[in-house]
C-alpha cells in the first residue's frame, strides 16, 4: 500500500469515531433543576451585571425572546427592579420606544449553571455553583460587545 492511502484509512477511521450516535459518556444527560432560590440568585446578578455593563446605553424597554426558558421569569422581575418597565415576551412593547430584544437561556451540568443574556448589542456569560438555598458565581463575568 502507498504511504498516502494508508494515512488517508486512518483519518477516515478516526473521523468516523467522532460522529457515533451514542450519548457522550462525559456528558451527563440527566435533567438537572435548578432551584427557585437559586434562579432568583442569578437572575438577579445578571440583570445588576447588565444594568452595570449597559451603563448610559440603558435601552428604554425591553422584550424576552419567545426562547427564553421559564428561568427566564426570574430575569424579568430582577430586570423590573432595575428599572426596565416593558418586559414580557411581546415585540410591541408599552409604548412607542423600539423594544430590545433579550434572550436568556440557562444550561446545566451537575452543580454548575452556566448563564447567557444576550441583546443585538452585548452578550453576558457566566458560571454559577448553584444549590438548594441559592447560587455563588463560579467565573468572573464575560462581556462580547457586538459592532
Not at 457515533?20 to 459518556?25: E, M
Not at 451585571?49 to 422581575?77: N, W
Not at 447567557?116 to 463560579?138: E, F, I, K
Amino acid at each position: 500500500m502507498k504511504p498516502h492511502t494508508v494515512a488517508s484509512i486512518l483519518i477516515a477511521v478516526f473521523v468516523s469515531g467522532c460522529q457515533g450516535s451514542g450519548a457522550s459518556p462525559l456528558i451527563d444527560e440527566r435533567s438537572h433543576e435548578i432551584s427557585a432560590n437559586a434562579e432568583t440568585a442569578i437572575a438577579g446578578d445578571m440583570a445588576n451585571r447588565f444594568f452595570e455593563v449597559m451603563g448610559k446605553d440603558k435601552p428604554q424597554s425591553l422584550y424576552l425572546s419567545q426562547t427564553a426558558r421559564p428561568s427566564a421569569e426570574a430575569l424579568e422581575s430582577a430586570l423590573k427592579l432595575w428599572g426596565y418597565p416593558a418586559l414580557g415576551q411581546d415585540k410591541q412593547a408599552q409604548g412607542k420606544v423600539a423594544a430590545t430584544e433579550v434572550t436568556y437561556g440557562t444550561s446545566v451540568f451537575e452543580d454548575v449553571v452556566l448563564v447567557r443574556l444576550s441583546t443585538p448589542a452585548l452578550t453576558l456569560t457566566r458560571a454559577y455553583r448553584a444549590n438548594a438555598t441559592g447560587a455563588q458565581p463560579a467565573t468572573p463575568l464575560a462581556v462580547t460587545r457586538h459592532p
